[in-house]
């Protein structure tokens, strides 16, 4: 495979795609519906962005936390496979 | 009444008469993509119902409802991704919204001799980022062992009496941080410039704080590259070959690519 389709192949995050679509995308600022106050949308969003997005991150590392528990159990009954215990959790 | 235009992207009027827009879901999920051609331009647009599209009601939704813009962020990715695939598109940023189909016109044909520029810009080029990260304990290290500043300043508190020493030390750390900053920046720019070598343009973007991207190391380098297509494997290869050479003193390269050249289309100069 080419370093090209590897790069192109890679999973991207959310803050890629936000820090393309909403800091450099090209605007039109004057018939914009949401500029029509004056406000450019694209730079007030960008500020609460950092905190929407690291409140994202934040919800993203608790359901890690989820999975290493999952992770964890599949863990001891492998051990238990192993070890050929008889399972102690199970009645 | 009118209702509200979603514009995602322009692309020469006669790419569109070559090459059929595929069906595509709209912004809101039940409407479909359609072109609407102005002059030597065609707009790829959908409908969005005015009321549930308010300017209130979109920033409501930015700011409040984090699971609402990932979907339409990843929305108008993967519509504007898909379309550049097909066509030489300028694509337009999030939530780029017109009154209606007159105001979208008027809009284009004021625009419409840069536009065509940019088209032919694009051409044959496409945007690459890379992101520059780094392990701020590693390079310390390495920066506070090699630096001709600090083993001169280091020198001299060790010749000072045991009291001032300890203000001394602590301004030191302060030293070691400007210089390790210094580092990255000389670092990263002369990256940046080389790597601008296998490119049509090379731009500067904001780095962002650990606490938005997620990760422990520090980004020290956001650059935007426009690059013809023939040139593409070599600049990664590039970028392959620093990641191998430096991984060991904590520094790491993302690159993502090609992205619908965001950073290129601008026509406001």
Request: aromatic content about 8%; overall charge negative.
């Amino acid at each position: 495979m080419s370093l090209r389709e590897t790069v192109e192949n890679k999973d991207i995050a959310l803050i890629d795609i936000l820090d393309v679509i909403l800091d450099k995308g090209v605007a039109i600022k004057a018939d914009l519906v949401i500029s029509i106050a004056g406000v450019d949308l694209v730079y007030l969003d960008l500020r609460l962005l950092i905190a929407s997005v690291e409140s994202l991150v934040q919800a993203q590392a608790g359901g890690r936390k989820t999975i290493s528990s999952d992770q964890f159990d599949r863990q001891r009954e492998e051990l238990i496979h192993a070890t050929g215990q008889p399972d102690k959790w199970k009645n | 009444m009118d209702g509200l235009i979603y514009l995602y992207g322009l692309i020469p009027a006669h790419e569109s008469r070559e090459r059929t827009l595929p069906s595509l879901k709209g912004f809101d999920g039940r409407g479909e993509i359609y072109t609407i051609p102005i002059g030597s331009i065609t707009a790829l647009v959908c409908n969005l119902d005015p009321h549930e599209y308010s300017e209130d009601s979109i920033k409501d939704k930015t700011n409040n409802d984090m699971e609402w813009l990932q979907e339409k962020a990843f929305h108008h990715h993967e519509t504007v991704l898909k379309l550049s695939k097909m066509y030489t598109i300028i694509p337009l940023k999030f939530c780029t919204l017109y009154m209606n189909q007159t105001s979208l016109e008027k809009t284009v044909r004021d625009h419409e001799a840069k536009m065509m520029d940019t088209f032919e810009l694009l051409t044959g080029n496409e945007e690459w980022n890379l992101k520059i990260y780094c392990d701020d304990e590693l390079l310390k290290t390495k920066v506070s062992q090699n630096n001709p500043v600090l083993e001169a300043k280091r020198a001299e508190i060790s010749e000072l009496p045991k009291g001032k020493q300890f203000f001394e030390k602590k301004k030191l750390d302060k030293l070691l941080e400007s210089e390790l900053e210094e580092e990255k920046n000389k670092v990263s720019e002369k990256i940046h410039e080389h790597l601008k070598e296998f490119a049509l343009k090379g731009n500067v973007k904001k780095t962002w704080g650990s606490n938005v991207t997620g990760r422990k190391d520090d980004m020290t380098w956001n650059g935007v590259y426009l690059i013809g297509d023939s040139k593409v494997e070599e600049f990664l290869g590039q970028i392959q070959q620093y990641e191998k050479d430096m991984k060991e003193t904590g520094w790491r390269f993302e690159a993502s690519g090609p992205w619908p050249a965001y950073h290129f289309s601008s026509f406001s100069k």
